[in-house]
């Protein structure tokens, strides 16, 4: 590979990451910006009203679920 190549992957690797932390800062201050909601209030109602009428009744806890499946796990691992 050439210098020249060499130089410019560098450069794009560079924009690149520049880029990258420039939307990570976006993704960060939008949520909090005093306008968010306001802005953005119909779409959040929307997805709010979707997530209640296509919500499910669980009957147990993800917490219990998972002591079930520790439970299992470590009967398991002393029959070995």
């Known amino acids: 590979m050439k210098n020249s ?5 560098q450069k794009w690797i560079k924009i690149w990451k520049q880029a ?10 939008e949520p909090i910006s ?4 306001s802005r953005n ?3 959040l109602n929307e ?16 917490l219990v679920e998972q002591q079930k499946i520790f439970k ?6 002393s029959r070995r």
């Open 47 to 62: 997805m709010l009203k979707y997530a209640f009428e296509h919500r499910t009744v669980r009957l147990s806890s993800g």
């Open 41 to 43: 209030r119909s779409l």
């Open 72 to 77: 299992r796990y470590f009967q398991n691992e």
């Open 34 to 37: 005093p306008k968010y909601y």
């Open 20 to 29: 990258g932390d420039s939307l990570e800062s976006i993704r960060l201050e």
């Open 5 to 9: 190549e060499k130089g410019e992957i």
